[in-house]
């Protein structure tokens, strides 16, 4: 039976859609016939002229929590779908993913300004909590209905040498299966003038904080030893060095950035294919790695009591699968439904998971091999299509440069113009 990869675009489609049930719409929006309009896209954001189309691939071979996961991934980066899939078909042989997600709480930060006694201030407000939150509660009955809406407040004080002392309110939301942005804000903005009464300063900003670390989602997975070896590489030498990789990113700020940036590949392909705010995360994800004071990996790396590669992800992950452009992209509802997420952290969980995925598919090529040898071929490839090739001139022209360990355009277009020669003579 062939693999997926060995499949054309139309085979796949076809056999995903048989797996998830998807209907002909829903394949059409996945295959890139059928997806966002521009009539869509110009309600969406501001002087539309188009839209920006960019690969969706399907990661294989993931279990999470026990449910095997079909996972959209949109990016322009090769080798990332496949080094995912391929990481994921590893830690299936020890029992999948194991995830969870934190209840989905954000926080809603105001900014509070010209307090005559900060101290003071501070004390009335958290005297009048319970008052806030009422307040804040009926902000959206919707929501509280659904078991959402404020759930605590917090203030802190701050020292700044322009302004003094300030003090920052933060009303902590739950926003069930929503990203929250809006509703975060809404309760915010509404809750300004009481805290002014009770606070006697002036509410200044009021807008959620992308620092989520209320809403935590996290992955574990277990390699088995004998999952680990390949070509000439023991399965000791790739645990020890994957672990030594990752305690370089442990120890190193220029190395954590990079290490991340490998996590992230995997994380944002999903949040973008299911049309959430992949830039919150982003700014989520760095300021937690950065919560110690200094910036560092967010996954760790290790072995167990039998030898066998072990790996943890924590990080914030605000993410939504009702409202905003989730549910106005045709793609976005199809990939939801391609992974049959039924909540928002069950699709936390899945991210996560990839994202742990990526990260083992990059220290493990970094370890041994180099990242460039399995990177060059699909990179090949595209050098290939940017100097011209065509058809079956594609993996000719890759194939030669892989060859002769040399991927730049300009020996791409001459082995082109060779190839074309030849046929012509």
């Known amino acids: 039976m062939r693999r997926f990869y060995d499949l054309t675009m139309e085979e796949r489609l076809e056999k995903i859609g048989k797996q998830a049930g998807l209907t002909p719409e829903e394949l059409a929006a996945l295959g890139g016939s059928g997806g966002l309009s521009a009539a869509q896209a110009n309600h969406m954001i ?5 839209i920006y189309s960019l690969p969706l691939g399907i990661a294989q071979n993931f279990v999470v929590n026990g449910r095997e996961v079909l996972v959209p991934m949109v990016l322009e980066e090769p080798s990332v779908v496949a080094g995912a899939s391929f990481m994921a078909r590893l830690a299936k042989a020890g029992g999948g993913f194991r995830a969870s997600a934190d209840e989905p709480h954000m926080i809603g930060q105001m900014q509070i300004l010209d307090l005559p006694d900060p101290d003071l201030a501070r004390e ?5 909590k319970e008052a806030l939150l009422a307040e804040a509660a009926q ?25 003094g002392k300030f003090l920052v309110l933060h009303l902590i939301y739950d926003v069930r299966d929503a990203m929250g942005a809006n509703a975060i804000n809404t309760a915010a903005e509404c809750l300004a003038p009481l805290v002014e ?24 997975c277990t390699i088995p030893l004998d999952q680990l070896p390949f070509n000439q590489f023991s399965a ?32 944002d392909a999903v949040v973008l294919a299911t049309a959430n705010d992949w830039r919150a995360v982003e700014a989520g994800a760095h300021a937690y790695a950065a919560r110690s004071g200094r910036y560092t990996s967010l996954s760790t790396w290790g072995e167990d009591e039998h ?27 199809a990939a939801l439904k391609l992974m049959a997420i039924q909540s928002a952290r069950e699709l936390a969980e899945i991210i996560v998971s990839v994202g742990l995925a990526q990260n083992l598919a990059a220290l493990r090529a970094l370890a041994t091999e180099g990242i460039q040898r399995g990177h060059m071929g699909l990179h090949a490839r ?13 993996d ?10 040399i991927v730049r355009i300009d020996r791409a277009v001459e082995i082109l113009n060779e190839i074309r020669t030849q046929l012509d003579t």
């Open 124 to 128: 009335r407000l958290l005297e009048q």
């Open 46 to 50: 501001e002087n539309v002229v188009g």
């Open 197 to 220: 009464k009770i606070s006697g300063g002036r509410v200044h900003l009021r807008i959620l904080s992308n620092l989520a670390d209320r809403r935590l989602a996290r992955a574990a």
């Open 382 to 394: 595209q050098v290939a299509v940017s100097a011209g090739a065509r058809g079956d001139e594609i």
């Open 139 to 163: 902000v959206d009955p919707v929501l509280n209905r659904l078991g959402g809406g404020p759930v605590d407040l917090e203030v802190r004080q701050l020292q700044d040498p322009i302004l």
């Open 307 to 333: 030898g066998n590669l072990t790996g943890f992800l924590e990080m914030p992950m605000a993410v939504g699968i009702v409202g905003g452009a989730t549910r106005v992209h045709p793609t976005a509802q």
């Open 396 to 405: 000719r022209v890759a194939g030669r440069m892989v060859q002769e360990k």
């Open 236 to 267: 000791e030498q790739v645990r020890d060095g994957v672990i030594a990789a990752c305690a370089f990113a442990a120890a190193d700020p220029y190395r954590a950035a990079t290490h991340n940036k490998g996590i992230m590949n995997g994380v």
